[in-house]
């Protein structure tokens, strides 16, 4: 029978759990926190958080003492271990909250987005305190002088127990005045009275809101968006005469890079380019939403890096999310509330979000004129596993543009002023399989015969989607705009992230933009900006560029901005600019 003082399995899962039940209520804090829809839950939330406590508490109860045994696994000598060890509680306490600390920082640096300006001081502010009682904690824990010193170890543990409950304080004595995601800007000057009654569910935004009394919109208005393009690749393309319909669009019109954000996946990044609200306004937050045991509330962000998805996966639920889950309207819909067209179509189509199942391999119908433009017939007749994915990955985008296309092709039919609206969400997903074909030495693991079959599908798309935009510019009329616009771009993954999809399986892709790489818009017509390059934007300056274009107000509570300099100046001189409140007249 071994002492009681020597190093057991479960002693070490007793001093992780109590590890990771106080890195779980931090998980748990961090949740309030960023999503003021949980904090709002009143007792709903209990449930959910409380699982998540348990979940984190039960993954380092089995993660660390196992790390911790491997670790000792050639030791020449025993150690000894109480059932509570001050020492070994601080030590799996520094390494556990290390990691979820920098969760919280990260969310703060990569998505401050999707948090309004009070909820990212709170953040900001919890963060602080938690780290600085972690720094106490990882100095005893590390220093051969402090670790063995009892009193060190117990004032390091307090002042960690201080820290947490300043921050759940501060959370709690600012909970009544947390709001749902749709908070007021900070720079809103005007607010529209809110209904007397909740609109009814099942009603988009423009919908559920009373129509406005102003002039209608003053001229025909047409945006192409195309995710994943890249404007070096299209001006290359473009001066090798390969893609006339952007040449005409570099010659007659203007065009600037514009800024994306993050997270850059194509719900949260399209939102923001079709309302001019960021993600915290607008309501779409991330690429999914997620709900425990299928309960209310539904949290968007997630403290990334700690594996929440995998160590809530028994009783974690996820949708992915998508533009019409907005809570502000759109530019289209607000161009129909006005008395004129107001069209859309793609903008809810993610080809990353719908994967097909990885043992259907059958590629979805697809026009034939497509497939013959695109692939060769040699690549058509492999029969290889791997060949016959990229085949399907190509026929499924294809298909997906060509909705759109058809549909674009219907609009054309209607008459009036006003805005179409047209996402085609195939050109993002060729760039992500395609990209290490057209740009092997970005790669240097692409053999000669994956070139020869491979190497040409990106280039031919983009000359495919020039296609679309040369229709656009033959049916443009006089006095309409054509805007031409992605919300990102792409960039070759680089060694470290294809090394980890190599490790975790992941989808192994070439081309991403994890990073927010900058998207773009180009300006044709009449009253455009004529030859010239008119600098940067950012994507929300899209819809406030747009309703502009139109004749129509542009809301002071946007977070985009007019892009003044992609008109001519005679027209921006006759055109004063006018501005409304709010058009989120929920406020």
Known sequence: MLPSGAVTFPKLVVHAALAGLYGGLVVALFLRLANPAVGAAGGGQAPTLLLV???????????????????????????????????YLIGFHAVNTSLILGSGWLILSKFRATLAPPEADRLAAACGWLTVAWLAAATVATVPRL?????????????????????????????????????????????????????????????????????PPARRLLLLNFDGADLDTILTM??????????????????????????????????????????????????????????????????????FDVVLAPVLERRATRVSDRQVPTFWEISA???????AAGWDDDQDAVRPAATSRAAPAAPQDWIAD???????????????????????????????????????????????AASFPGLDRVAHIFLRYARPADFGNVSPRDVDLYGAVLER?????????????????AGALLMVSATHGIRPAPPLHRLKDEILGGEHLSGIHEDAPPGFLFVHGRDALRGRVFGKGSIADVAPTVLYALGLPVARD??????????????????PVTVIGSYDTDR
């Open 53 to 87: 406590v348990l979940a984190y508490t039960l993954a380092a109860a089995v993660v660390w003492p196992v790390l911790y045994v491997a670790l000792r696994f050639f030791a020449r000598h025993r150690l000894r271990l109480t059932w509570l060890s001050l020492r």
């Open 147 to 215: 670790r063995r010193r009892v009193h060190l170890q117990a004032a390091a543990g307090g002042l960690a127990l201080v820290a947490l409950l300043v921050s759940l304080y501060g959370d709690s004595a600012r909970s009544d005045g947390a709001f749902v995601t749709g908070a007021l800007s900070e720079h809103a000057t005007e607010t529209a009275s809110r209904p007397a009654g909740a609109p009814p569910t099942g009603l988009s935004p423009a919908e559920a809101r009373p129509a406005l009394t102003t002039a």
């Open 238 to 307: 473009q001066a090798q005469g390969k893609l006339p319909a952007f040449s005409r669009l570099v010659q007659e019109g203007t065009y600037g890079r514009l800024a994306s954000i993050l997270p850059c996946v194509a719900s949260v990044t399209r939102a923001t380019l079709v309302t001019g609200m960021l993600p915290y306004r607008n309501g779409v937050r991330s690429a999914q939403a997620r709900s425990v045991l299928g309960r209310d509330p539904w949290i968007d962000v997630v403290p990334p890096g700690i594996g």
């Open 337 to 343: 509330r006005l008395g004129g067209l107001g069209e």
């Open 374 to 420: 695109l692939l060769d017939p040699e690549v058509q007749r492999q029969k290889e596993p791997a060949a016959r994915a990229l085949v399907a990955e190509v026929a499924r985008a294809a298909a997906a543009d060509a909705l759109v296309l058809d549909a674009l092709q219907r609009f054309e039919a209607h008459t009036g002023r006003g805005v179409t």
């Open 461 to 477: 798309y983009y000359r495919r989607i020039d296609g679309i935009v040369g229709r656009a510019l033959q049916s443009e009329g």
């Open 558 to 575: 946007a977070h985009g901005g007019i892009l003044a300099r992609v008109f001519s100046e005679a027209f921006t001189a006759r055109h």
